[in-house]
């Protein structure tokens, strides 16, 4: 497993943009799915956005068009470019990292602990 820190959430107007950053300590950095997901007060997790090894990407058809996840690898982070902000998004963002052939259910997955994003309107 990999330990994750995320960083970068606040509080933005509707219409505005963050970054938000999670950087990963561990071995084998490279060849982890990494993700991103969020959970609304009173809501489920969702999943927002993934990217694999080789750099393909995922996105929710909620965030398609405004979010970007991106990893800089010799950095070991991985990044969530968020644009075109809504009071929709408002939610805590969490990184998550698994292996290959694994899902991000499962005991394996390695979470971050959480950054908040508040969108006013």
């Known amino acids: 497993q990999v330990q994750l820190v995320e960083s970068g959430g606040g509080l933005v107007q509707a219409g505005g943009s963050l970054r938000l950053s999670c950087a990963a300590s561990g071995r084998a950095f490279s060849t982890y799915f990494m993700g991103w997901f969020r959970q609304a007060p009173g809501k489920e997790r969702e999943f927002v956005a993934s990217?694999?090894?080789?750099?393909?990407?995922t996105y929710a058809d909620s965030v398609k068009g405004r979010f970007t996840i991106s990893r800089a690898i010799p950095k070991n982070t991985v990044y969530l470019q968020m644009n075109s902000l809504k009071p929709e998004d408002t939610a805590v963002y969490y990184c998550?990292?698994?292996?290959?052939?694994?899902?991000?259910?499962?005991?394996?997955?390695?979470w971050g602990q959480g950054t908040q994003v508040t969108v006013s309107s």
């Open positions: 998550a990292a698994r292996t290959t052939g694994t899902t991000w259910q499962a005991s394996s997955a390695s």
């Open positions: 990217i694999s090894w080789s750099g393909g990407s």
